[in-house]
């Protein structure tokens, strides 16, 4: 009697382009690429293998999921400006707008400053050059949801576009990120948005 096939672990089941991954498999990809983040900030090279172990993951579940470093570098940039994109719509749904886009602005420092921790990996892992168009899209869906949600609500001056916002804030990524990083960036952000607010047709919030 032919010997029946063992069914794929759920690690190992097939996900398909466009599939979502089973929850356990959802969970150790996120996890690397949180450890990864860490690791890639403090060490451009770093290596896969401790990045690995510090997930607590096997080295074959690893590279199912990032068969090599350059993999691993984009999807870790990836999944932080995605992270930054989808903070603004929780936001938005417990705090009045203005308060929203402030704290947003905070959420967007500390990704610059993680991105500027991960340029010398960035650079090692791949030859493509710059990668902001990675997350140019989810940035600005982002931005103009904000936007839109304060030109509503009255608690922004009108007619404020993503890219006025976002050359508004283009110092963020002239601060050192290994010096006080923290005060400077609240600082500018707070400017930013006293800017934003002046002129607002309705009550804006208190900070």
């Keep these: 009697m032919p010997q029946k096939k063992a069914a794929p672990s759920r690690e190992q089941a097939p996900s398909g382009k466009g599939v979502p991954l089973r929850s356990d498999a959802q969970r150790n990809r996120e996890r690397i690429l949180e450890v990864a983040l860490a690791e890639f900030t403090r060490s451009a090279d770093a290596p896969l293998s401790a990045i690995a172990k510090k997930a607590g993951v096997g080295q074959g579940t690893f590279y199912r999921h990032f068969p090599n470093r350059e ?37 967007l420092a500390q990704y610059a400053m993680a991105k500027a921790g991960l340029a010398e990996a960035m650079r090692k892992a791949t030859a493509r050059g710059t990668l902001a168009g990675l997350g140019h899209g989810p940035v600005t869906a982002a931005v103009t949801l904000l936007l839109n949600a304060n030109d509503e609500a009255g608690t922004i001056r009108p007619g404020v576009t993503p890219d006025d916002f976002v050359l508004a804030i283009a110092g963020l990524w002239q601060i050192d990120p290994h010096g006080d990083w923290q005060s400077r960036a609240g600082r500018l952000l707070d400017l930013v948005m006293d800017g934003l607010r002046a002129g607002a047709p309705g009550r804006p919030q208190a900070r």
């Design 71 to 107: 993999a691993l570098v984009l999807e870790v940039y990836r999944y932080e400006v995605q992270q930054v994109a989808d903070t603004a719509a929780q936001l938005l749904a417990t705090r009045a707008p203005d308060r929203a886009l402030r704290e947003w602005m905070d959420r």
